[in-house]
């Protein structure tokens, strides 16, 4: 729809959809007002008298600017018997989630145009909700980067200072330097320190709760520390993902003019000992869950504002997998579909506010990355919203997972807060835990010039 057209059906008042009797976050605070969606963009806000082709009763529940997942593994290519885009993202509308960032150790590794396109091929042709990908920063394809973070559906640039789960590592300063010196987009770093990691595997001991003991909170401080000087001397701005450590929160804060900081529900809501006591390797993750001196930690960078984004990490093995023994058994948990439940639970029980949320996962993604029309409720932006009821109190269970891996460490758990509909595009892609459209995920637009095919 043209510009123009938009404005002539603005003004005789006639939306596609119309979300009635919602609460409304929006950049202003909360406000009540029915929402007319034209053409898949906001028309207006307070729309008491307009008509619609479709009504969305929305009386009694909040309706968000889109949750977006700026860390999900979803496995495709190569490695599509844990996971795949198809079953990831219909997890994430389900889970209230209208749009993610994936990750590059797949197989092939993202590290190349072919390969980030052929993402975009499977995406365009099997998402449910909006995408872009990461390209993997390494030494195969140094003196690329600064081209490869420019394409079309590319989230940026992510290195792993430490070894996880697949190939990609990127471990010496030199390296790191070389990598932070190609391209000027926002770097995505995993931070734990390798040589360190490598030094301290002997104490695993075959028990999956020496996790923590073996991937201490110091190799997490010094991969940190080190890429933070490696950024300062190139100019680089950086976005430290997954920060597990009470430690790394208090050194971070002093550094928000060079570095974006992403912390996860799991690590804001599992604890260790208790967490490897009951779920054993199931709760095994890289950077590990801890205890909770270093949760406390994170709640802190919530509370004061150092965190800016919350993102699943979202990184599903099979429950085969995950029963080996460990360290054998992969790390990894599923995460996209509860990032928004088990976050509603904690502003349930009033461990943050529902703005702040929407601060974590909508409006600093968009912030933060530039993404062209998402992250607020405001005319003209897109119509992905997110519609939850605060207080419907539901039990997580694996039987509603839609990821390939088919558990979550949060089967069994009850909540207060759900997500009622996803909608995409100004379409409801998910109502009552159905989902009510086809794959109709579009890539996201990066707003420093950047555009789409
Ligand atoms: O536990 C993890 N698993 N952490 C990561 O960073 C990677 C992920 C995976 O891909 O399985």
Known sequence: MTPNEFLQRTALQQADLLIKDATLLTPAGEQQADVAVIAGRIAALGAANWQADKVLDAKGLHLLPGVIDTQVHFREPGLTHKEDIAHGSKGAVLGGVTGFFEMPNTNPLTLSASCLQEKLTIAAKHSYCHYAFYIGGSAANLGQLATLEQLPGCAGIKVFMGSSFGDL??????????????????VA??????????????????????????????????????????????????????????????????????????TTPHHLTLVAPDCYQRLGSLAQMNPPVRDALHQQGLWQGIADGTVDILGSDH???????????????????????????????????????LQRLVDLTSSSPARIFGLTGKGRLAVGYDADFTLVDLKAQRQIDNSWIASKAGWTPYHGEQVTGWPIATVIGGQVAMQHDEILTGPIGKPFLFADGLVNT
């Open 169 to 186: 590592l990127a471990e010496q300063d030199e390296l790191l330097l070389k990598i932070l010196q190609d391209g000027r987009r926002r």
């Open 189 to 262: 770093i995993h931070a734990e320190d390798e040589a360190r990691l490598r030094q301290r595997k002997t104490l695993t001991g075959g028990d999956v709760a020496n996790h923590p003991l073996w991937r201490d909170a110091k190799s997490a401080l010094l991969a940190t520390r080190r890429i933070i000087a490696l950024a300062e001397q190139t100019d680089r701005p950086l976005h430290i993902l997954h920060v597990s450590t009470a430690e790394e929160m208090a050194y971070l804060a002093a550094f928000k003019h060079r570095v974006t900081v992403e």
């Open 315 to 353: 990184a599903p093995h099979t429950l085969a997998e995950k029963n080996q023994a460990y360290p054998d058994s992969p790390s990894g948990m599923t995460g996209v579909q509860t990032l928004l439940p088990v976050m509603l639970n904690h502003v349930a029980k009033g461990r943050l506010s």
